[in-house]
């Protein structure tokens, strides 16, 4: 009878044994371990990869083919003849990236500030860069990247001596300071084509300029990219559609398609003046209404019916 007992005691012992080898070794592979891999590749609840992956899907993520936005190509601008501008008209405008209208300029994935200085940056030979709207004096790479992010200087303090150390740190761009961009066209009525057409000249994303001790100090334009040279790139950059999913437009299509809300800020006079050192508040808004205006009746002045 003891023989049974003990015989029976050592079967249990081992198949006790056994499991907790198997909870052991599986330990960390399910939903409530901590101690897997860290390697691995954790896939949540909610379908969410939570480690590094490959960015482009690897079956067909849609219901239909759709094309690429790498094999578009822009259109090119039909020739002016200096002999056909009836009229022209130079003005300088504001996209107020905050108003609802200009919501695609802030996507939190890929904000224009960030497909510009993309851009820039892999094409440094192909697109040029201004101080000014003058196009007098040329930006480098090298010029622009120390606009992007800032130095500080932080105390620490040594905890076994307790001396005071400074360190210098660098703080990444934040793309969130480009509140606004400015745009340099022109408006000419081509009596050839009958029809008044707007070239864009140059863009500029403006920054709001904070000093040290936190305060807004005002707005400053961080450089002043020529439009003709950006276009060819912009055609291959996607811009998100909140109207329609299955229309894919590029930024070259916002731009000419004039997808966005905006503002003049100048036109050309003779005191080369903006609208604000003459106007405010309201005033400035009206002036504004004002120049529109004159462009949209200029060219309807020119028909009769």
């Known amino acids: 009878m003891m023989r049974i007992f003990i015989a029976g005691f050592v079967c249990m012992l081992c198949l006790s044994l056994q499991t907790f080898a198997q909870n052991k070794e599986g330990y960390g592979n399910d939903g409530g371990g901590q101690q897997g891999n860290p390697s691995e590749v954790i896939i949540d609840e909610t379908g969410k990869n939570s480690g590094e992956a490959n960015n482009k899907p690897l079956v067909r993520d849609g219901a239909y083919d759709k094309i690429s936005i790498d094999q578009k190509q822009f259109l090119s601008y039909d020739h002016i003849r200096e002999a056909d501008v009836f009229w022209q008209k130079r003005i300088w405008r504001v996209i107020d990236t905050r108003q609802k209208l200009n919501q695609t300029f802030t ?119 020529y439009y003709p040279d950006m276009r060819p790139f912009l055609i291959k950059k996607e811009a998100f559609n909140v109207q329609n999913d299955s229309q894919k437009m590029t930024w070259d299509d916002i731009m000419e398609m004039r997808l966005f809300s905006s503002y003049i800020m100048k036109e050309s006079n003779v005191h080369d003046r903006r609208i604000e050192e003459y106007a405010r508040g309201k005033d400035a808004l009206l002036e504004s209404e004002r120049v529109k205006e004159e462009i949209f009746l200029k060219e309807h002045g020119l028909w009769s019916y």
Do not use: C, H
Not at 214 to 219: C, D, F, I, K, P
């Open 107 to 225: 996507t939190p994935t890929q904000p224009f500030i960030s497909v510009l200085l993309e851009i820039i940056k892999q094409n440094p030979d192909k697109v040029k860069l201004f101080m000014d709207d003058n196009f007098t004096a040329q930006l480098s790479l090298a010029e622009v990247d120390k606009q992007l992010g800032s130095v500080d200087t932080i105390t620490t303090y040594d905890l076994e001596t307790g001396n005071e150390i400074k360190k210098i740190v660098k703080n990444d761009f934040n793309w969130t300071s480009v509140t606004k961009f400015r745009l340099k066209e022109d408006w000419i009525f081509d009596k050839e084509a009958s029809e008044m057409v707007v070239r864009i000249l140059a863009i500029a994303p403006i920054r709001d300029v904070i000093d040290q001790n936190g305060n807004y100090r005002g707005t400053q334009a961080m450089f002043w990219a």
